[in-house]
Structure formats: structure tokens, C-alpha cells
């Protein structure tokens, strides 16, 4: 866009049917503080810039099904998270509330799902 300049930030917003665990889960699990919380609201917020994820309330909120199935809730996005030691990251998302997903698509990725059932992927670094 050009309306914007250097500095101004840019995010995701996610639904939840709790947003502000899922914000902690995702606050612990990448490192980054919640930068604002209120009733039906929380935000991550990337320490280094202009990067959030904000998470909201969502009622009636079903969770995606993994791997997808037709006519049933399927992911609309994900997130992907790029990893030193796969085994490591797995272990310590589960420890958060992470659950590991039973299909999973490629040797170098995890695909976990996390507290609210959504899908992420971690993925090896292998450079």
C-alpha cells in the first residue's frame, strides 16, 4: 500500500473462543509480550517491531479440522514458525497446551494444534 511508511504496523487478527489464553499460549510459545488485553481482545506484539497477532472473541466458534475433511470447518490460515530444533519446538509447544496433529505432510514440518484447535506448523531450518 502506498499509504504507508516506515514504522506503521501491520498484524493478523484470529478468532478465538478465549482470546486471551490463546494470546498467553502464543505470547510464551514465540516470546512476545501481550501488548494490550480487554474483555474479548488480546494482542501479541512482536518485540523487535510493528508485528501483532490479535486475538478475538468468537462466539459459536468451531474449531478446523486437520487434516481437511470435506464439509467440515476447514483451516482458513495458519501460522508457520520457522525452527532450529524441530524436536525441541515440539516438545516445548506441547508443554504450553500444544497438541501434536496425528496427519502429518512433510519430514522437516510439525504440524501441532494449539489450545483453541487451530492448526501451526513448525517448520526445520535447514540451511
Do not use: K
Not at 473462543?17 to 494470546?23: K, Q
Amino acid at each position: 500500500m502506498r499509504s504507508r511508511t516506515a514504522g506503521m504496523w501491520w498484524g493478523t487478527a484470529v478468532e478465538a473462543p478465549d482470546p486471551g489464553a490463546l494470546a498467553r499460549f502464543y505470547s510464551e510459545l514465540l516470546g512476545w509480550p501481550i501488548g494490550h488485553e480487554e474483555p474479548g481482545t488480546a494482542i501479541v506484539a512482536a518485540p523487535q517491531g510493528a508485528v501483532y497477532l490479535v486475538f478475538q472473541q468468537a462466539t459459536d466458534y468451531r474449531a478446523p479440522v486437520w487434516p481437511p475433511v470435506d464439509g467440515e470447518q476447514r483451516p482458513m490460515m495458519h501460522f508457520d514458525f520457522q525452527v532450529g530444533d524441530l524436536d525441541a519446538a515440539v516438545a516445548d509447544a506441547v508443554a504450553l497446551g500444544a497438541s501434536l496433529a496425528a496427519a502429518q505432510p512433510q519430514e522437516n514440518v510439525r504440524v501441532l494444534l494449539d489450545p483453541a484447535g487451530r492448526p501451526f506448523c513448525l517448520c526445520l531450518d535447514e540451511d
